[in-house]
Every structure is written in structure tokens, then in C-alpha cells.
């Protein structure tokens, strides 16, 4: 993911809305007056992959903090797939009382979009098919902690992930919304104050230029080959804290939004046999880092952008 500031997401943009009526304290009511801190809020989002996909659209109809709905906010329809490539947007500029917040709730309306439309949830493709998205259950909630500082700098990013998020489904126009619990991992949330992030360039010495290279990163020590298959929901790289492409001529990539700790990172390739702009997954890449590099122990501090050079050398299994 990168940061250009225009700093993929459905629940993010509804966090931001509802919040921004209410403040909360150490009760779990969050329309309870009380002293509190100025907080922006952003969004960010990890694309889907397809070039047909023009637009993934998304119906509130009532956003909870800490099981209570929040003041203010009006059903609201969302275009996530406009918030992409990492890009960040300010949602909200809102005041919170010092606190741990831990869970969001939002439920989807599944009649009609935010101007009376149906379907309420949607892919839109490049050819303006609407192919309709729906859930198993229209409730999502979201447990994610994260802390508002006595400060006046927080600002909250909410990631939510389409890679993660939207599955294939040949017999619905070839997309479907996952399963609920993978929809419930597919969103996290994060204070800039708490967060680092790695980026990096790479030299492709594999002899598949071609193909699309993802750079996923988990936390030190939790991934494992069973990532390459697919879940029982369908998705890949389930685990993935975050994702981003390694893209233009110097295959840069940018894993933001990164929660202090220890970290490492993978690279996978995908191809698109049919030259259709669907891509497949190809296979794992062999990656060497710079001299000093480990890519399968790197530190993240708060406040902090790790730099790495690396080698794509091969694409593993062929």
C-alpha cells in the first residue's frame, strides 16, 4: 500500500460518519459527554486486482461503536473501490475521549442504495454490469482495538481490504462478497501515532515480467505455506497484516499503517493466461534483501519508515 496522501473502505468511511456526532468514555456509551481529543480520521484500502472491476459499492444503514449506534448518521452508500493503491482520504475530523475503543458494528441494507437503487451492494464493471453482493448476514462486527490519546494528533486509519473481502463466484458474474467471519478479518483499524510502515524497491531477475507481484507482510513468525492455498472463504494470504503491488519501473511497494513489532514479508506472482485482466496466482517468489536485510525479521517502530532494496531471483515451483 502507499501514501499518497489522498488519505480500499466500506466500514471506514462509516466509522468516520457515525463517530463524528458522538464522544465516549471509559462507559460503553459513546454519545456520553465527556472530555475529548480531536481525532482525524482516514481511509485506506487494498485494491481488488481485476481491470474489469470500475467500482465496489456498499449500503449502511446504521453504524454502532461499542454496540451503540451512533448519533447523526443516515444510510450511506460507498464507493470503495475509488479508494485504492493505499491511498489514504480524511473522512472526519471528530473529537473522542481518551479511551480503547473495541468494536465496531455495521449493517448492510440489502433493498436499496442510499438514492432508493437496487441492488444496495454491488460490483460495478468496466462494461457497467451491476453484479449484486450479498452477505450472509447484513450485521458485520468488526473487534479491532485501538487507542485515542490524550493528545491532539491522533489520527485513525481504518484498512479495509478487498483482496480479502470480495471473492470469485463464476455462477454471480464471477464475484461475491466473502464469508462473514473473513468479512469481519478483512478490516483493521490503526492510530498513526502507534503505526510505522516498509517500503521498498525491487530489481525482477525472475523472467516473469509480466506477471503482477504482491508483496504481502505478517507478523514475525505467523506465516506459513498453507497461506498460499485458499481458505475455506476463498481468499489467499488470509493472514496478511497488509498488502501491496510492487508496481512501475522500480517494482516499488509500500506496507503502511504497520502497529509496532516484528515483521516479514513474502512476494507472490500473479499472471493473466486469457489477457483478460483476471489474474491468477502463480506462485511464490524467491526474494533476497539488500545486504542487512532480513526480510524475515524486520522492526517497525511508531513514527518510523523502514527502506529496503531486494531481488525477485525466481518464481518458486516452476
Do not use: W
Amino acid at each position: 500500500m502507499k501514501t499518497n496522501v489522498i488519505y480500499k473502505s466500506m466500514l471506514a468511511l462509516l466509522l468516520i460518519v457515525g463517530l463524528a456526532s458522538c464522544s465516549e468514555d471509559d462507559s460503553t456509551d459513546p454519545n456520553t459527554d465527556e472530555v475529548t481529543y480531536n481525532t482525524k480520521v482516514y481511509i485506506t484500502d487494498g485494491p481488488i486486482d481485476n481491470a474489469e472491476v470500475q467500482g465496489v459499492f456498499v449500503t449502511i444503514a446504521d453504524v454502532q461503536l461499542d454496540g451503540v449506534s451512533v448519533n447523526g448518521f443516515t444510510k450511506t452508500t460507498i464507493d470503495l473501490h475509488a479508494l485504492q493503491n493505499g491511498d489514504t482520504q480524511l473522512l472526519g475530523d471528530i473529537d473522542l475521549a481518551a479511551n480503547t475503543y473495541s468494536e465496531l458494528t455495521l449493517v448492510l441494507d440489502t433493498e436499496s442504495d442510499a438514492s432508493g437503487n437496487s441492488p444496495a451492494n454491488y460490483v460495478l464493471t468496466t462494461n457497467s454490469n451491476k453484479i449484486e453482493l450479498t452477505a450472509e448476514n447484513n450485521t458485520i462486527t468488526v473487534n479491532n482495538n485501538f487507542d485515542i490519546s490524550a493528545s491532539a494528533s491522533n489520527e485513525v486509519v481504518i484498512d479495509f481490504d478487498l483482496r480479502k473481502s470480495i471473492v470469485a463466484n463464476a455462477g454471480n458474474g464471477g464475484y461475491q462478497f466473502a464469508s462473514q467471519v473473513q468479512l469481519q478479518n478483512s478490516i483493521r483499524v490503526v492510530n498513526t501515532l502507534e503505526a510505522g510502515a516498509i517500503v521498498g524497491t525491487a530489481t525482477n531477475n525472475t523472467g516473469n515480467e509480466d506477471n503482477k507481484t504482491i508483496a504481502y507482510v505478517y507478523t514475525k513468525g505467523s506465516y506459513t505455506a498453507s497461506e498460499e492455498n485458499e481458505n475455506a472463504a476463498g481468499v489467499r494470504f488470509s493472514n496478511a497484516v497488509t498488502s501491496s503491488v510492487a508496481s512501475g519501473s522500480d517494482n516499488s511497494f509500500g506496507l503502511y499503517f504497520l502497529n509496532e513489532g516484528d515483521y516479514e514479508v513474502h512476494f507472490a506472482s500473479y499472471e493473466d493466461p486469457e489477457n483478460d485482466g483476471v489474474f491468477e496466482y502463480a506462485g511464490m517468489i524467491e526474494a533476497d534483501g539488500e545486504v542487512g536485510i532480513d526480510l524475515m525479521d524486520i522492526s517497525v517502530m511508531a513514527n518510523t519508515e523502514v527502506t529496503i532494496q531486494l531481488l525477485l531471483q525466481v518464481l518458486l515451483g516452476l
